[in-house]
């Protein structure tokens, strides 16, 4: 027991010797840990540690605090002839003008507003094309000034910012100028950015140092990371890898440091900064899994829909490659719905998208397990091959419409749609269980119907061959009835919908596509129907599920949606400033639009999956350029589910 004495507070020797020893014990426990646990990198994301975990919970992504949230890999670090000299020079410039300044006690409050100023003008920093963002025409004053995106900037969410760039330095000037406003606008701690460049042999490595320079002035996360040039031949499989990369700093920051993200940006060619607001908003006020913006490609003096092998409206179908220029009404989407809605340059929903700039929700998506994949069938080859394939063979397309399937089954994982009470979860997984141990092979069923449905004709046949001989002698009048019967009879075998299944017609607009991509008269402006699909008799298109064909079987409409969709206002070019005649076409000028609130962003219904979508694939390996082919094939998700 500890004795107390007139001085206080005093231990006996026994306890002396065990706290002692408690000590040396825990100094130990440190060296060795020091000692054998391999060192950390300076650009690995560092874990908790135990008191830093319960006392110091993290909010905003703090630079200052933590260093390692600002990494550089893979720099380009390759010998050059006058490195020594410029390295000198560099040195002597530090040591004789920049440090006396910066550490003397007479000139340290002058570097503190010298590096203010320089943040107030990096604040303001825009590219060539970003600074006349505000100038360019926009529905419902978007560019009016007074919309600041306040709601976006109270939120006080953390965002992600993922870029991908392969020799783009005409453009990853502007990229960077988007960062900055998006952090002006939404915080500096509240952004974190992870650019990879793929193999870049232009003067991308040299602007990835000025991003990086601007990024560490301005206190903004960041990981850049150069990695050469991929092997995979496959475009596809390199997409995918690539993409991953890109995320990894998402699930450190989430493994490590419990840091979630509210949205992910990917930032692809040029897009502006209230376009990618918009999306934003867009996204939040539909709790959208993924928001799109649109692609628009420059050819010949005009512009056309780009990207479309990513791309599938409700129906299940390809954009059209339509103008800028065209007609609202027959603009890209093809499915009614989408079409009216574009028309008012209104948010639509789709099937797939990643046209341009896009908004992605972690929380639906990565943090759920769904990654970028391709097709389980895939090769990775150095030379070309055919990779062509039967009807019956999955689809082998892109990178991004394998992610908007995993989204489609894992919503409807969560269950069937109840619009009375919401999604009746534990009672849906009962029923998809149920469903799974009573419904049959849907090849098998296909075939016990069809045979079925021969014997059911073949049996009323045989009854009026029979009818039609024992009334043979008889009458006349007798004679006409059996005819008649006879004629019902096979009437009723060839209406049978289980004998027989009707090809659905092509769309009515996309009978007049030029060859050369063109429009032609008769379409009116329609844009280019190039790319439509002809129907194939050997390979017909799957049709919509019937409830007598397949009992057992829950229809996409039943299940619950992945909520994706496209912003038409919210655009996304390779050009530089013929984005503003871009803007003008597709808005019609400085000229207002009605605006109604939250009823311009948000859908009141949601349509569930199609029950097949167009499959382009490519047939041969290589690049995004490799020549495709069109397919249509089904897609069942109480298949996918079960």
Request: net charge negative.
């Amino acid at each position: 027991m500890p004795i107390l004495t007139q001085r206080g507070f005093s231990l006996t020797p026994a306890q002396q010797r065990l706290a002692i020893r408690g000590g040396l014990l825990f100094v130990i426990i440190l060296l060795l840990r020091s000692l054998l646990s391999p060192s950390k990198r300076a650009d690995e994301i560092q874990s908790h540690g135990m008191f830093e975990r319960v006392l110091l919970p993290e909010k905003y992504l703090d630079v200052y605090k933590y260093p390692f949230l600002q990494a550089r890999i893979g720099r380009d670090d390759r010998p050059d002839l006058f490195d020594d000299e410029v390295g000198d020079g560099i040195l002597d410039f530090w040591q004789r003008f920049q440090k006396p300044f910066i550490t003397g006690k007479d000139t340290a409050h002058l570097d503190t507003q010298v590096m203010r100023s320089v943040v107030d003008d990096l604040l303001q920093f825009n590219g060539w094309v970003t600074a006349s963002c505000q100038k360019l025409v926009r529905p419902f004053g978007q560019n009016s000034g007074h919309d600041n995106y306040e709601d976006l900037a109270s939120a006080d969410n953390l965002y992600y910012v993922a870029v991908v760039v392969h020799s783009a330095d005409h453009f990853l000037v502007d990229q960077l100028a988007v960062i900055v406003q998006l952090a002006r606008r939404l915080g500096t701690r509240n952004i974190f950015v992870s650019m990879l460049d793929q193999g870049s042999a232009d003067s991308t490595p040299t602007l990835s140092d000025l991003c990086e320079a601007v990024l560490t002035i301005l206190g903004i996360s960041f990981r850049i990371r150069r990695i050469p040039p991929l092997s995979i031949n496959y475009y596809p499989l390199e997409e995918a890898e690539v993409r991953n990369a890109v995320l990894e700093p998402l699930h450190e920051l989430w493994d490590k440091r419990s840091i979630k993200f509210h949205r992910v940006i990917w930032l692809k060619g040029f897009t502006c900064p209230m376009d990618i607001l918009e999306s934003l908003r867009v996204s939040e006020v539909n709790k959208a899994a993924m928001t799109c913006g649109m692609d628009w490609a420059e050819h010949n003096g005009f512009f056309i829909f780009s990207d479309r092998w990513r791309t599938r409206d409700i129906a299940g179908d390809l954009f059209r490659q339509a103008r800028s220029s065209s007609k609202p009404e027959a603009g890209p989407p093809r499915d009614k719905v989408g079409t009216e809605r574009y028309t008012h340059h209104l948010p639509f929903q789709v099937f797939c998208c990643e046209s341009g700039t896009h908004v992605v929700d972690p929380e639906q998506s990565y943090y759920r397990g769904i990654a970028y994949r391709a097709a389980s069938n895939a090769v990775n080859v150095t030379g070309s091959a055919d990779l062509s394939a039967d009807p019956d063979t999955p689809c082998m397309d892109s990178t991004q419409m394998w992610f908007c399937r995993d989204m489609w089954v894992d919503a409807a994982r969560s269950g069937l749609k109840n619009t009375d009470r919401g999604p009746r979860r534990n009672q849906n997984k009962r029923e998809l269980i149920e469903v799974a141990q009573n419904i049959e092979p849907l090849e098998k069923r296909e075939q016990d119907l069809k045979a079925k449905a021969k014997r059911a004709e073949a049996d009323k046949r045989a009854d009026a061959d029979v009818a039609a001989e024992e009334l043979a002698d008889g009458e006349k009048a007798k004679g006409r009835v059996a005819a008649e019967i006879a004629a019902q009879v096979a009437a009723a075998a060839e209406d049978d919908p289980a004998a027989q299944r009707e090809v659905p017609n092509r769309d009515k607009n996309d009978a007049h596509a030029d060859n050369d991509g063109t429009e032609s008269p008769a379409d009116g402006g329609s844009g280019t129907d190039i790319d439509a699909m002809d129907e194939d008799a050997a390979n017909p298109a799957p049709e919509a599920l019937k409830k007598e064909d397949l009992p057992f079987m829950i229809p996409n409409t039943e299940f619950l949606p992945a909520r994706i969709l496209v912003n038409p206002r919210c655009l996304t070019t390779y050009g530089g400033v013929s984005h503003t005649k871009l803007a003008t076409d597709l808005f019609g000028g400085p000229k207002d639009h009605v605006s109604h609130g939250d009823g311009n962003y948000a859908l009141e219904d949601w349509a569930g999956a199609p029950d097949s979508f167009v499959c382009q694939e490519m047939r041969t390996t290589g690049g995004r350029t490799a020549a495709k082919s069109q397919r249509r094939v089904s897609f069942l998700l109480q298949q996918e589910v079960s």
